[in-house]
Every structure is written in structure tokens, then in C-alpha cells.
């Protein structure tokens, strides 16, 4: 198993992408002091801003995003699970370095402009409770070299296991606007299952 798998479902992207431009301008850089994720995390995220609703920025709303994440658990009739809606802006030659996400199992992602940035995906999983130590080993040792330890995927649309270690290389390529549903209390295969049933 991969860790993506592409999936066919077709969201409003003219809709997305008119609500994450509303609040691409309007939303700070991450901040490290409005954050829980540990300092050193900043350094993998340096080139890109997340735009979801949570304590940090209580006026942003996103009911385009609810809407569209509402409808692809209808359509998959997913019910009773943890799963939040999100944008991240990954900017023009940006990097998103190696890393496992923290708290997140898997996620639905969705590129909303050019499709070709691959995602770079290691080979195994990690559990995000007791094994972040070993994934920040390994992903020491990979550094910057995601070409040589990951495997490229290039995608529209797929459910992603947050859990290997993974990586964006947008350089040479313009603005990348990525809308993710966040899933924290499945794993990737189950929500693969639900999703091919």
C-alpha cells in the first residue's frame, strides 16, 4: 500500500478556491507563540499558511469548506468521526519539508490549482503517540533529500496517510492551493474502506 490513494470524488473548486483567496491575504503566517506544535515544526511549514477555524482566529469562517466536507461524507456515508476542513497556501518555489502530521491520521486532500507538484511519500507509518521520536530520526536523516527516500505521487484528489513521513517540492512552480480534510480519530485504512465500499 502506497499511502495515497487517488479517489474520483469531484468538489466545487470554483467555490473552494473563492473562499480560501477571500482568506489567503487576510490570514497572519503561523505564529509559534499561537500554536501548540513544538518550534521546530515551523521549520516545515515556514512556506506555507493554514487557513481553518480553531481558537487562534476566531473570525475566520469557512462555509465553503464545511459545505463541501459535509457533502463527501454524505456521499461516503461517513458519520461519527473527528474531521476538520482546512487550506494551506504553499507559495510560489515553496518547500514543505519531511514530516509526519501531529494529531492527524489521514486526510482527504484536494489541489485546487496545478495538480502536477507531486507529494513525495515514505514507505511505512508511524504511530503519532509513541513512535514521533523514530519518525524524527528518520526524517533527519532523509534532510532535504526527498528524492532519493521518497516516492513521488502526483494527484487531484486522494486520501493521504498523515502518518508517513511525507513532503511537497513546489519549486520552480507557482502558488499551490491544497484544500485537506483532516481526519483524527480513523486510520488511513479504514477511511480507504469506507471510501471504496
Same mark, same amino acid.
Given at each position: ?7 474520483? *470524488? ?115 507509518? *508511524? ?55 483532516? *481526519? *483524527? ?13
Amino acid at each position: 500500500m502506497s499511502g495515497l490513494t487517488e479517489i474520483d *470524488f469531484k468538489f466545487n473548486h470554483e467555490l473552494l478556491i473563492n473562499e480560501v483567496k477571500y482568506w489567503r491575504d487576510r490570514v497572519p503566517e503561523l505564529q509559534g507563540d499561537k500554536s501548540p506544535f513544538p518550534e521546530d515544526y515551523y521549520k516545515v511549514i515556514q512556506d506555507m499558511k493554514q487557513i481553518s477555524e480553531d481558537a487562534r482566529y476566531p473570525e475566520i469562517q469557512l462555509p465553503a469548506a464545511h459545505e463541501e466536507t459535509e457533502r463527501f461524507l454524505r456521499h461516503y456515508s461517513i458519520t461519527s468521526i473527528d474531521v476538520r476542513p482546512r487550506y494551506y497556501v504553499l507559495k510560489e518555489d515553496g518547500y514543505i519539508a519531511p514530516h509526519i502530521d501531529l494529531g492527524t491520521q489521514c486526510s482527504i486532500n484536494t489541489v485546487l490549482t496545478d495538480p502536477s507538484t507531486p507529494i513525495y511519500v515514505g514507505d511505512r507509518s *508511524f504511530d503519532i503517540h509513541s513512535e514521533v521520536d523514530e519518525a524524527s530520526k528518520i526524517i533527519k536523516e532523509i534532510g532535504d533529500n526527498i528524492k532519493e527516500h521518497l516516492t513521488p505521487y502526483p494527484y487531484k484528489t486522494a486520501a493521504l496517510d498523515t502518518t508517513r513521513i511525507h513532503s511537497v517540492d513546489n519549486k520552480g512552480r507557482n502558488e499551490r492551493l491544497l484544500f485537506k480534510l483532516s *481526519f *483524527f480519530d480513523i486510520s488511513y485504512q479504514e477511511l480507504t474502506s469506507r471510501i471504496k465500499r
